[in-house]
Nanobody
Framework: VPKLVESGGGSVQTGGSLRLSCVAS????????MAWFRQAPGKKREGVAA???????YYSTSVKGRFTISLDDASKTLWLFMDNLQPEDTALYFC??????????????????WGQGTQVTISS
C-alpha cells in the first residue's frame, strides 16, 4: 500500500512563507495525480492545489498566485511553496495521491491515498 509522509509545517507570521513536502513510497503508477488539501477546525476540507504526472497544475482561487505546487516524478516528492501567508491559511494540510486521472483534481473524494497531515499556523 502506498504511503505518503508530509513535512514542513510550522508557524509563521502574516506575509511569511512556508514549504511543505510529501514523499510517496510504494507508489509505482506511471500515470497519477497528487494534491494538497487543508482543513481548518470547524470547516470542510478544501482542495488547495493539484498536479498530474504530466505536470498539469490546478489551484483553488483562494491560493492562486500565492501558492505553487511542484512534483518531482523521479523521487515521487510533492512540494507546496506557500508565500504571502494569511491567517485564513491556518489549517492541517494533507497530501493525497491517486492513480490514473480524474475530472475534478481538487475534490478529495477522488483520491485513494492520504498522508497524516502537517499543521500550518499563521499568526497576525
Amino acid at each position: 500500500v502506498p504511503k505518503l509522509v508530509e513535512s514542513g509545517g510550522g508557524s509563521v507570521q502574516t506575509g511569511g512563507s512556508l514549504r511543505l513536502s510529501c514523499v510517496a513510497s510504494g507508489f509505482t503508477y506511471g500515470r497519477y495525480y497528487m494534491a494538497w488539501f487543508r482543513q481548518a477546525p470547524g470547516k470542510k476540507r478544501e482542495g488547495v492545489a493539484a498536479v498530474t504526472s504530466a505536470q498539469d497544475t490546478y489551484y483553488s482561487t483562494s491560493v492562486k498566485g500565492r501558492f505553487t505546487i511542484s512534483l518531482d516524478d523521479a523521487s515521487k516528492t510533492l512540494w507546496l511553496f506557500m508565500d504571502n501567508l494569511q491567517p485564513e491559511d491556518t489549517a492541517l494540510y494533507f497530501c493525497a495521491a491517486s492513480p490514473e486521472s480524474t475530472r475534478d483534481y481538487l475534490n478529495g473524494d477522488f483520491y485513494a491515498f492520504w498522508g497524516q497531515g502537517t499543521q500550518v499556523t499563521i499568526s497576525s
